[in-house]
C-alpha cells in the first residue's frame, strides 16, 4: 500500500474517491476476517469500525482540508489506546450497519494507503488554530468507546 504523507494528499484523495473510510487499526492484513470486536461486550460486529472521510453537504463551502483534520483528530487516541501497530489509514469499503458508538461498520472493498504521521502533525496543527477547543472523541477507560481498534 501506499502511504500518504500531507494533509492535502489525502484532501485530494477524497475528491478522487467516492466511499473512502479511515480506520484505525494494525492493517489491511490484521483485518482480514473483515469484522471488529465491540470494547465493551466484546462481540463481533458485521463489518470494520471506521469513519467516512467523504465531506457532509452540510459543511457547505468550508474547507475540505479542515473536514479531513478533523475526521484524523476525532479518533487521534486510537493510535495509542489500541496498542502498538495501530496507525491509520484509508479503505473503500461499503457501509454495512452501525456499531454501538454509531460509527459505520464497513465492508473493506479496497485498502487504498497508510496516513503517514506527518499527516498527523499536520491535522492536529490545523485543529489547534481553530476556535473552541476540539478533542478526540475519547472516552474514560472502561466505557467501551469508538470500536474502530483491531478486530
Known amino acids: ?11 485530494a484523495l477524497i475528491d478522487r474517491h ?30 470494520l469500525s471506521a469513519n467516512p472521510l467523504a465531506v457532509e453537504e452540510w459543511w457547505g463551502e468550508r474547507s475540505p482540508r479542515l473536514w479531513v483534520a478533523r475526521r484524523l483528530h476525532d479518533y487521534s487516541h486510537l493510535k495509542h489506546d489500541k496498542g502498538p501497530g495501530v496507525r491509520p489509514w484509508v479503505l473503500e469499503g ?9 460509527e459505520p461498520l464497513v465492508d473493506c472493498r479496497r485498502p487504498i494507503a497508510w496516513i503517514a504521521d506527518d499527516v498527523l502533525v499536520e491535522a492536529e496543527r490545523l485543529i489547534a488554530d481553530q476556535r473552541g477547543g476540539w478533542g478526540p472523541l475519547r472516552r474514560p477507560e472502561g466505557t467501551g468507546g469508538p470500536g474502530a481498534g483491531p478486530a
Open 1 to 11: 500500500m501506499i502511504t500518504i504523507g500531507t494533509l492535502d494528499e489525502l484532501t
Open 18 to 47: 467516492e466511499s473512502l473510510f479511515v480506520r484505525w487499526s494494525r492493517g489491511p492484513e490484521a483485518d482480514a476476517a473483515g469484522m471488529s470486536r465491540d470494547d465493551l461486550t466484546g462481540m463481533r460486529m458485521p463489518g
Open 94 to 102: 461499503k457501509e454495512l450497519g452501525r456499531g454501538p458508538d454509531n
